[in-house]
């Protein structure tokens, strides 16, 4: 079994800045990547990066591969099915493989909210979407609805507006919490788009696809509205895929429980991103790269102070 002194688990933000990190620390690292770039390999243009003034996500995350890459990470294309405890190492499941190593990042974000309506499961891309930078451009000349009253939605309508027809943005706040910036953009699209507050989506009709949706509120004398797409960007929670199988401790809301350096309860494994609510509710590219850093000069410091806690002697070539 092959053994690495660190696996990072994840290849967003926080998981390829992490394995950046300990490739410079010439720590052996193998990334596991699960969905490259996670969110933000989907985000559309991102234009708050400091020293990028603007750049596709997909192409960010492709930019951070390339450079852990060149500090020794290596990369495997693969899920993590299982991480397990074997003495004072850890052995992580894949479906191809098994391997060993002395720490674990886990750098898996987290996963979209859903609506939990009937229906949604059924028609999720046919009509149903969560991806609008995957999905949007499919909908050109067509009439959309946007739910969720945060920057992403209406970031998502500016990207969207460049297809649809017209774009109905739900919320359920009285007001849109976007950055200025990206609320001006969409203002300036005049009545190509139409504010809906105080309404929520309480039912979704359509069998073979989506055909309209039904609100909380009337608009135009009526509660029903049709749509050809419906895209659900109403936020995350915390991803607890190996919360419970390695024992962490989290808090009320499912973030996993760290100390200021990314330390969790159990000894070499640390966290970083969205898994962990370290900054609150803002949750950003450069606060998960941050995080990632942070966890892995942790990682080194923790294997520099305990240098014989997990020995192998099939160390990756």
């Known amino acids: 079994m092959k053994h690495y002194d660190l696996i990072v688990v994840g290849s967003g933000a926080a ?38 003034p603007a750049i596709e996500g997909y192409e960010l995350m492709r930019s951070m591969k390339k450079q852990a890459q060149g500090t020794g990470a290596v990369f495997l294309d693969a899920w993590v099915k299982e991480i397990i405890q074997e003495g004072k190492c850890f052995v992580v499941k894949t479906e191809k493989e ?33 991806c609008w930078t995957c999905d949007g451009p499919l ?34 706040d009285t007001d849109v919490r ?10 300036k699209l005049g009545d190509k788009v139409v504010l809906l507050p105080k309404t929520e989506v309480k039912e979704i009709v359509g069998e073979k696809k989506l055909e309209k949706i039904v609100l909380s509120q009337e608009y135009n004398g009526s ?41 969790t309860n159990v000894p070499g494994l640390f966290v970083a991103g969205d898994m962990t609510n370290h900054f609150g509710g803002f949750k950003q590219d450069i606060t998960a790269a941050a995080l990632g850093s942070v966890a892995a000069t942790s990682a080194y410091e923790y294997k520099k102070n305990n240098p014989d806690i997990c020995v192998s002697h099939d160390k990756p070539s």
């Open 15 to 52: 998981g390829l800045a992490a394995a950046v990190y300990a490739g410079r620390y010439k720590l052996s690292t193998l990334v596991v990547e699960g969905e490259f770039g996670g969110e933000t390999a989907t985000a559309g243009v991102i234009e708050n990066y400091p020293g990028i």
């Open 98 to 130: 098994e391997i060993r190593s002395t720490m674990v990042v886990l750098g898996i974000g987290s996963q979209r909210r859903h609506l939990n309506l009937p229906n949604e499961k059924e028609l999720t891309g046919r009509g149903i979407h969560y």
């Open 139 to 172: 909908y050109g000349g067509k009439v959309v609805a946007m739910i969720g009253g945060g920057d992403s939605s209406v970031k998502g309508v500016n990207f969207l507006a460049e297809y649809a027809e017209k774009i109905f943005l739900l919320y359920r």
């Open 178 to 187: 976007a950055e200025p910036i990206n609320f001006e953009r969409m203002q």
């Open 223 to 263: 509660f029903e509205l049709p749509v050809d797409a419906l895209f659900v960007e109403i936020g995350f929670d915390p991803d607890q895929t190996f919360v419970k199988q390695l024992g962490l401790e989290t808090d009320e809301r499912g973030y996993v429980k760290t100390d200021a350096h990314m330390n």
